[in-house]
């Protein structure tokens, strides 16, 4: 069984940036495809941000294309989310996820483990 822990959330003012990380408990994801999601509050989860094992391939949503960057290192068993230009409508729990493949994905229905959750509040 793989465990990811997110970190990294927080309260910040809009135009911020907040960096989330992603760990995994072990190096079994190094050959899958990483995401982020998000979620409101009453809403379904939402895809934010996907990256291929090796880094060469990354997809976005159009909400965030510009202002978020998904990276990974495989040698942490780690991806992160650098989220710039930080918006009120950002606000949501993210969630990191290992796909069940080796390419970015943006169905959550590709995915197959997933981290508890990060919440993140941008204040107008």
């Known amino acids: 069984q793989v465990r990811l822990v997110e970190s990294g959330g927080g309260l910040v003012q809009a135009g911020a940036s907040l960096r989330l990380s992603c760990t995994a408990s072990t190096r079994a994801t190094s050959n899958n495809a990483m995401g982020w999601f998000r979620q409101y509050p009453g809403k379904a989860r939402e895809f934010v941000a996907a990256?291929?094992?090796?880094?060469?391939?990354?997809i976005y949503a159009d909400s965030v294309k510009g202002r978020f960057t998904i990276s990974r290192e495989n040698a942490k068993n780690s991806v992160y989310l650098q989220m710039d230009n930080l918006q009120p409508e950002d606000t949501a729990v993210y969630y990191c996820?290992?796909?069940?493949?080796?390419?970015?994905?943006?169905?959550?229905?590709?995915?197959?483990?997933w981290g508890q959750g990060t919440q993140v509040t941008i204040s107008s």
């Open positions: 996820a290992a796909a069940l493949g080796s390419s970015a994905a943006s169905s959550s229905q590709q995915y197959r483990y």
């Open positions: 990256i291929n094992w090796r880094s060469t391939q990354t």
